[in-house]
């Protein structure tokens, strides 16, 4: 059983910063490529960041690009999002994504977090 399990939302306030993580646990060999969501109230949930395995390659959604930052710890399995010069826009529920997990067991599962909610507003 693999889990991924999101921390560091919260409210702040326009032009402040978040720094989100999200820790996977569990029967872990290795972790292709992850990603965080988001998905704001009315809105389709959207790609916002991903950083491929050795963290060399990564994407952002146009919206974000400049202000904010995707990285990895591979030695603890944890993918962070760093959140600068925050906008009333940017608020949704934020998810972490892993596609492909690796277990210890040689098969391959996916995995979201459970979600946690960015609130920018003053």
């Known amino acids: 059983q693999v889990q991924l399990m999101e921390s560091g939302g919260g409210l702040v306030q326009p032009g402040g910063s978040l720094r989100l993580s999200c820790a996977a646990s569990?029967?872990?060999?290795?972790?292709?490529?992850m990603g965080w969501y988001r998905q704001a109230p009315g809105k389709q949930r959207e790609l916002v960041a991903t950083?491929?395995?050795?963290?060399?390659?990564?994407y952002y959604v146009d919206s974000v690009k400049g202000r904010f930052t995707i990285s990895r710890d591979n030695a603890k399995n944890t993918v962070y999002l760093q959140m600068n010069s925050l906008k009333p826009e940017d608020t949704a529920v934020y998810y972490c994504n892993a596609a492909q997990i690796v277990t210890m067991a040689g098969s391959m599962v996916a995995a979201w977090g459970q979600g946690t909610q960015v609130t920018v507003s003053s």
């Open positions: 569990g029967n872990i060999f290795s972790i292709n490529s």
């Open positions: 950083i491929s395995s050795a963290g060399r390659t990564n």
